[in-house]
């Protein structure tokens, strides 16, 4: 009952006070504060994104007189763009917030792009998807020539029936393309996880699992979770390559994470694909948190020749 009563007192008069009571004496709004005392990236962001996000109409008093606030709506949600004397605000607030509003924004548009390429399902009548594909297998397999573009040979890379189009259902051409961008970029990485997919004790279906991070990347993604890790690792509007990136990551360290877990056999997948997911989760609750491709497969590579 105190809570409840303390709770309304606070929401409806103390909290509008104090605020008001701060700006007095620092000279400074809310959203200056933010600005200069959080450190870039996630930090400031993740606080400017939430303040921003309470605003649901024109405030009743400004930061500071003759200021003028312009309302844009995008996607319906409400941004403010301060318009004002540079010797009043200071050109590093408007660089500060400036960079704020394009990761917040570059966020949902990102979103939008990969929903869009995410429904594109893979259509052999188009050549660019074939090619694609084609090109998938020449980067992880360079020294074999395909039989046929149906082939059992599919199977090498961790496909599961003779046409891979089957496969790419579920997250149509984003899987697809996640893959390529891997092996394209990576292609070191990319060979070397392959060949710890083929392992004899080991072994999973490298294109499989490929499709199955890749979902796990959208999802991260839809969720809101990638927030701080775009926003720390990308200074200004996140685009797809910065998701394609980060599925090299999820690549790569499941790969480590996999070979360093021992598992029984590829039965056991789903509980390991789980436990993965949720240290990943974990580490995107830390407000610093960068996933990026900056260590080496030392550890996984002496585990395999362990275990030959």
């Not at 409400?78 to 004397?85: A, D, F, G, H, S």
């Not at 997919?197 to 279906?205: C, D, E, V």
């Not at 926003?231 to 996999?258: A, E, I, M």
């Not at 997911?277 to 002496?302: F, G, R, W, Y």
């Amino acid at each position: 009952m105190f809570g409840s009563i303390w709770g309304y007192f606070y929401t409806s008069f103390l909290r509008y006070w104090l605020k008001w009571f701060i700006r007095q004496v620092t000279g400074k709004c809310e959203l200056q504060r933010i600005c200069a005392g959080y450190k870039p990236g996630a930090p400031r962001t993740t606080k400017a994104g939430k303040r921003m996000s309470k605003r649901r109409g024109i405030p009743r008093q400004s930061c500071y007189p003759f200021t003028v606030l312009l309302i844009f709506y995008i996607d319906d949600f409400i941004w403010y763009v301060l318009m004002t004397n540079m010797c009043l605000f200071g050109p590093r607030f408007k660089v500060n917030l400036k960079l704020c509003l394009l990761q917040i924004t570059g966020y949902r548009n990102l979103f939008t792009s990969v929903e869009e390429l995410r429904k594109e399902n893979f259509d052999s009548d188009k050549v660019q998807h074939e090619e694609m594909l084609l090109k998938l297998w020449d980067l992880l397999m360079p020294e074999v020539k395909l039989e046929s573009r149906v082939t059992k040979q599919w199977g090498d890379i961790g496909f599961q029936g003779d046409d891979p189009k089957t496969d790419f259902r579920g997250m149509g051409m984003l899987g697809l393309t996640n893959l390529v961008f891997f092996s394209e970029n990576y292609t070191e990485e990319a060979r070397q996880v392959l060949s710890h997919a083929n392992h004899p004790k080991l072994g999973y279906s490298y294109a499989i699992v490929g499709i199955n991070l890749t979902e796990m990347a959208y999802s991260l993604l839809k969720s809101g979770a990638l927030k701080p890790h775009f926003y720390n690792t990308v200074s200004g509007r996140p685009q797809l390559q910065h998701l394609h990136q980060l599925f090299c990551y999820l690549v790569y360290k499941f790969d480590k994470f996999w070979v360093e877990e021992e598992p029984e056999s590829i039965m056991e997948f789903n509980h390991y694909r789980e436990k993965f997911h949720d240290n990943i989760k974990i580490q995107l609750l830390d407000p610093a948190v960068a996933l990026t491709m900056t260590d080496n497969t030392e550890s996984s590579v002496h585990v395999l020749m362990r275990l030959n």
